[in-house]
Nanobody, 126 residues
Framework: QVQLVESGGGLVLTGGSLRLSCAASGVTFSNYAAGWFRQAPGKEREFVAAISPSAGYTAYADSLKGRLTISRDNTKDTLYLQMNSLKPEDTAVYYC???????????????????WGQGTQVTVSS
């Protein structure tokens, strides 16, 4: 059974940093493209970042470029999201997602993913 479990969320002050993790199980994670999405209260889920199975290709939401870094360690079956210079508007539940893909492929569309984690809350306080 495929499972994704996020961790690393929490409360941080404006300008602070967090690193989210997403541990995969039940899959050969190196065969999966992965991504991060977020959903703030009253808003739709939005794309944050995506990465190819090989980690050689990445994509970011334009509004978040320069503050986030998506990465993965396929030896640990884990996806990461390093977030710096956090702002109150970054407050949201962050979800990781995955789907089988060829090694250069990544997806920014949430509908492309068929496996989702339960989410981890990130709260940025001013």
């Amino acid at each position: 059974q495929v499972q994704l479990v996020e961790s690393g969320g929490g409360l941080v002050l404006t300008g602070g940093s967090l690193r989210l993790s997403c541990a995969a199980s039940g899959v050969t994670f190196s065969n999966y493209a992965a991504g991060w999405f977020r959903q703030a209260p009253g808003k739709e889920r939005e794309f944050v970042a995506a990465i190819s199975p090989s980690a050689g290709y990445t994509a970011y939401a334009d509004s978040l470029k320069g503050r986030l870094t998506i990465s993965r360690d396929n030896t640990k079956d884990t996806l990461y999201l390093q977030m710096n210079s956090l702002k109150p508007e970054d407050t949201a539940v962050y979800y990781c997602a995955a789907r089988p893909a060829r090694y250069r492929t990544y997806y920014a569309d949430a509908t492309a993913y068929n496996v989702w984690g339960q989410g981890t809350q990130v709260t940025v306080s001013s």
